[in-house]
């Protein structure tokens, strides 16, 4: 492949960190736009809730909890590298926890993995076939084996686009991969 993941992972930062927070925004809105439309009424969402520099999730959660479909989000447990769920009712229960991440702390509403259909999730790089590169730490790969048959949407920035990502066995691909300029990658 030529280069290895974590030289992916440090141009692609890079290229991340590049945008102004204005441009992320605009983009991060787009993103969210393109993303309502995949989702159905009642549909269960599970979204993460965005860091500075990463697709800002605000305006989809609160879309998503306008139009009454149930919203999860992530909270990192750093003690074994897995998540734990939560339902959300409103924004105003997150806020900045592990690594900076806004979690529902104190007003955790459990939820079960398995009553999933989407999930949101983040992307340091993407490719054209589905392909996805996280962060390193792996917690999302973890969570997807458990729970195979959720409908798997990355998002990214396009500038966060790879021609080809080197992936291991354990990488899992995703089912869309949603950029401002819309779908760029649907499995048939």
Request: aromatic share 8%; glycine share 6%; charged share 30%.
């Amino acid at each position: 492949m030529g280069q290895d993941k974590e030289t992916i992972r440090n141009i692609l930062r890079h290229r991340k960190e590049m945008q102004t927070p204005e441009e992320r925004f605009e983009r991060s809105k787009k993103i969210c736009a393109h993303l309502m439309k995949m989702i159905q009424p009642n549909e269960t969402v599970m979204v993460y809730t965005s860091k500075e520099k990463e697709v800002n999730t605000v305006p989809l959660i609160t879309m998503l909890l306008a139009y009454k479909n149930p919203v999860i989000v992530p909270i990192i447990q750093k003690e074994d590298y897995s998540l734990r769920l939560s339902y959300i009712e409103n924004m105003g229960v997150l806020i900045p926890s592990t690594f900076g991440v806004p979690e529902p702390i104190g007003n955790e509403i459990p939820a079960d993995g398995a009553d999933i259909d989407t999930i949101i999730l983040p992307m340091l790089g993407f490719d054209r076939r589905g392909g996805r590169i996280g962060y390193g730490a792996g917690y999302y790969d973890r969570f997807l084996e458990k729970y195979p048959s959720m409908r798997k949407i990355g998002i990214a920035f396009a500038c966060q686009e790879m021609e080809a990502l080197p992936l291991d066995p354990h990488d899992i691909p995703m089912d869309a991969i949603v950029t401002e300029d819309g779908i760029i990658f649907k499995r048939e």
